[in-house]
């Protein structure tokens, strides 16, 4: 029997609806498959425990959480209560960071059952490895108040070693896939980051000779994946262009409700955290309309990252099963609630 200790946090807004549903459909797997376990620990960790505490989780929550083998988080942010900045890099930013989760990876595909807005959507199956430890996400920068004249100045820091790391990932993804990369990169506007990033582009590349690469300006880029997604397999972005590239990525499979994503530490020495592309989503919560397909195609990259992929293509397949049947959330054109379409996926899984 392997056993897996999952720390749980649901946080904020509807991350509290979708991960509990996923968390039986897991589960469910668990049951059904008969050889894992899952042993869940959840913290409450959220807006609330900040406005309660002053913190976003407790001064050793880092090391509560560095003995598990997986961090499952559904969605932080409240900014009615808290600013965005605050939550977030109290919590979120500070565990990828913390535990090096330095590649975020975030497919997009056609799903079975759910229109993409394309007019030809083509079937395309694409994946962002986006950079997730640097870049224009940094703290170095500041403010400077001098009334009319106020000004804010953002550092971006692009590392050789960072960049190399995303790109090499990228490279070795393509391998067991379609053998193409894509580079987004901006070198025709920003100056030093982004010539810098094709250069190890560049030298990367060369490593790689079977696999073929090419690089794109982000903004043609963002264009191709609505007119033409499925030119593209793997592509290799910075933090904030892949960041905004994988939002798109979820709109055009149909809705970022269905998009994954999974935070990867590398080198074995923190687990690493699997949470899904959306938000807390304050607009809906409380409704029970939430799509879970995000938080559970999710969870099936935290399946994969254990080595069970086997089982995370079944419930893939269930997934779809049960979109193509017509038993969906209002976001992609159903009218099922979190809940249904979360029982119908077990209730699929138990028949297998
Ligand atoms: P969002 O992703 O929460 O919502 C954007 C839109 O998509 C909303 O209309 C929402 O209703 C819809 N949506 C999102 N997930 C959905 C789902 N599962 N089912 C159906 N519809 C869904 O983005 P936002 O509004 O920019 O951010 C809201 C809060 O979430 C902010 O505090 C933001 O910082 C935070 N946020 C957190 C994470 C995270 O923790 N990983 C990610 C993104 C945004
Ligand atoms: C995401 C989110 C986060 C990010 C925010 C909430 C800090 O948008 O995971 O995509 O920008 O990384
Ligand atoms: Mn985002």
Same mark, same amino acid.
Request: net charge negative; aromatic share 8%.
């Given at each position: ?119 030809? +959507?083509?079937? *395309? @199956?694409? /994946? =962002? ?11 170095? #920068? !500041?403010? $400077? ?83 033409? +997604?499925?030119? *593209? @397999?793997? /592509? =290799? ?11 798109? #990525? !979820?709109? $055009? ?100």
């Amino acid at each position: 029997m392997k056993k897996f200790e999952i720390a749980v946090i649901p946080g904020d807004g509807i991350g509290k609806e979708v991960v509990p549903a996923a968390l039986d459909v897991l589960q469910t797997v668990a049951d059904v498959h008969g050889g894992i376990q899952f042993d869940w620990t959840e913290f409450p960790w959220n807006c609330d425990y900040y406005l309660e505490h002053g913190k976003m989780m407790p001064d050793n929550g880092l090391e509560i959480l560095q003995g598990f083998d997986g961090i499952f988080l559904g969605a932080i942010g409240n900014p009615q209560l808290v600013p965005d900045h605050v939550s977030l890099w109290g919590l979120l930013i500070k565990i990828r960071r913390e535990f090096e989760q330095v590649i975020n990876i975030r497919p997009a595909k056609c799903m079975k059952g759910i229109r993409s807005p394309l007019v030809n +959507p083509n079937d *395309f @199956d694409l /994946i =962002v490895v986006r950079e997730n430890s640097e870049g224009e996400y940094s703290e170095i #920068g !500041g403010r $400077i108040h001098r009334g009319e004249d106020e000004i804010a100045v953002q550092n971006a820091i692009f590392t050789r070693k960072g960049v190399e790391r995303a790109m090499r990932y990228a490279f070795e993804l393509a391998k067991k896939r379609r053998g193409h990369v894509t580079s987004a990169t901006k070198s025709n506007g920003i100056f030093h980051s982004m010539p810098f990033w094709d250069e190890v582009f560049n030298d990367v590349k060369k490593d790689y000779r079977e696999i073929e690469s090419a690089a794109f300006h982000i903004d043609a880029l963002a264009a191709f994946f609505v007119t033409r +997604p499925q030119i *593209f @397999d793997v /592509i =290799v972005a910075s933090n904030l262009f892949g960041d905004i590239l994988t939002d798109l #990525g !979820g709109a $055009i499979m149909g809705s970022i409700g269905i998009a994954p994503a999974a935070n990867i530490n590398l080198n074995g020495k923190y687990p690493s955290m699997f949470e899904p592309v959306h938000g807390s989503a304050p607009d809906i919560y409380g409704k029970g309309i939430a799509n879970p397909i995000g938080q559970i195609w999710t969870a099936k990259m935290m399946l994969d990252h254990f080595g069970e992929d086997e089982l995370g293509k079944k419930m893939l397949e269930v997934l779809e099963e049960v979109t193509a049947d017509g038993i969906k959330t209002p976001d992609i054109g159903g009218n099922a609630s979190t809940r249904e379409v979360a029982n119908e996926v077990c209730r699929r899984l138990k028949a297998l």
